[in-house]
């Protein structure tokens, strides 16, 4: 049997997933230094807190409009055409902002139409991408490969903002065009990735109409073990949402200032970026169903230890602890869902899946919310930890395929 290491060596002398990786380090980076520009920017010129919430909302609804679009469209046309196309788009949205620097009468609808592009694009780009690894690798290679593709994404969430924020100094057009410049080299790296070529059976014909855009909704309905694996993040980050309550954490109940602030969200992606680390050396080959409740049993324990910390130590580590347990969740549950997908359907389920992920975070965020503004902000971030406890528990007993799955499919 090969090596870890040796499996790590493999995934960087493909030049096809080099490629892949790098057009995601840069499409996460572009997507999070347009977050903070076109936050500040926004902010700059109309002073309007309703304003920012509303940036999220644009962004968030083109996912509830056309995520099973967006997965029929991967499954059926060249899903790197798709991803490239997807970047390109918000490489164009970014130079569109450029121009509503220059005419600030538009800015704001500038703003608000760029922005809820950007969310159509990423709708599309998410599913293409998601379902592109298992032809870019080896089944045998996937793990390791999701583990190290997770790790552009905190990469990107680590250090992009802060370069966004700091090019401020340059002015905004500055970051706007800098954006626009890692989305189109991400669309040319996507369009040069390879695929290899698809092993087993030939597909079956495909469905069409509202049979093929809801494939990916009854083929979960149809695998326990995946529907399991996929509702079992979203009740787990839907109620152990902790994260949206960090300024309330910082300023009254850690008594720090903005730094703190920084501190504690940046810990989760500290954690996940050093466990995808060790994951893409150290791939998890045995006991990966009870490994993965063992990881949201964590995260759970750490949601609980940060919602009753009073020291800002101890709260950095209890968030750390959390981005690695969701790390290994993630990793786990990625490489089993697309393993057990066939290719012709990976489009659709991705696009499903975005539609959980996408569900969990915003409504976790608001569950936190009005929990906190009812029981106060200690006793929402414990409740949301001992509920994810109860879910691991229930999901073990509900779906025992899942907790008793010893190895990755087809490995």
Known sequence: MKTSDNELSQLLRLP??????????????????LCVAIGWHLYSITGSALDLGMVGLVQFLPRVLFAL??????????????????QFLQGVCALGLVASVWLPDHARLMIYSASFLVGVARTFEFPATQAMLP???????LPAAIALSSSAVQIATIAAPALGG????????????????????ACFLMSRVQFLPQEGAPPLPRATGWASLLGGIHFIRSKPAVLGAISLDLFAVLLGGATALLPIYAKDILHTGPWGLGILRAAPAVGALAMGAWLTHRPIRNRVGKTMFSAVAVFGLSTIVFGVSTSLPLSFVALVALGASDMISMVIRGSFVQLETPDEM???VS????????ASNQLGEFESGVV??????????????VGTLIVVGLWMKWFPQLAEQDKMPGT
């Open 351 to 358: 696009a499903v899946n975005s539609l959980f992920i996408g």
């Open 372 to 385: 906190a503004a009812a029981l106060g902000p200690v006793l929402s971030v414990v409740t949301g930890g």
């Open 16 to 33: 096809s997933f080099t490629s892949f990786w790098i057009a995601r380090l840069f499409t996460i980076s572009g997507y999070q230094m």
């Open 166 to 185: 700091f090019m401020f100094v340059l002015g905004t057009v500055t970051v706007y065009s800098m954006t626009a410049a890692l989305y189109l080299v």
């Open 346 to 348: 990976r489009g659709r």
């Open 69 to 86: 679009m967006a997965g029929e469209v991967a499954d059926r046309f060249d899903r790197r055409r798709v991803a490239a196309v997807s």
């Open 135 to 141: 032809r870019v690798v080896s089944s045998s290679l």
